[in-house]
């Protein structure tokens, strides 16, 4: 399996300023500058995107991929991590879950995330300003984890 993006949304492919007309609509909350950057990352790394967003709550994988292509982006998800809530709680306990769950070992991943830390997996974390979302800036550590 090549490289995984654990992508959370809110915060990453949207900013505090990304204000929707429609709040009920994944697509309308993305943002075009977000997007763009995430797009700009595709074109320059392999790799398959996990959800860690809580946007996976409720939606399919079908839904979220129809939402995603309404908005530009070039990347689809192949998978999401389990809802841990209430049981363990974090996201990053989420994302080891997702991570022991594969046959094979997966060796190279990136966290995008705006929460301050994940702190099961501090190195791979690379955290996004929510006050900007995903930005051109951010690449640089991304694609040295994806590498």
Do not use: Y
Not at 17 to 37: E, F, K, Q
Not at 101 to 125: K, N, Y
């Amino acid at each position: 399996m090549s490289s995984i993006l654990f992508l959370d949304v809110d915060g990453v492919l949207n900013s505090r300023a990304t204000r929707p007309a429609n709040p009920s609509r994944l697509r309308d909350w993305l943002d075009p500058i977000n997007v763009g950057a995430f797009n700009e990352l595709t074109r320059r790394a392999q790799f398959e995107v996990v959800l860690s967003t809580s946007w996976r709550l409720g939606r399919t994988l079908d839904e979220i991929a129809i939402e995603f292509a309404a908005s530009g982006l070039l990347r689809k998800p192949i998978a999401s991590t389990p809802d841990l809530r209430g049981v363990q709680g974090s996201r990053g306990a989420e994302i080891a879950a997702w991570l022991s769950s594969q046959r094979c070992p997966i060796q190279r991943f990136a966290i995008l995330d705006d929460a301050f830390a994940i702190e099961e997996f501090p190195q791979q974390h690379v955290r996004i300003s929510s006050l900007n979302g995903l930005r051109l800036d951010d690449l640089p550590a991304i694609l040295r984890l994806l590498a």
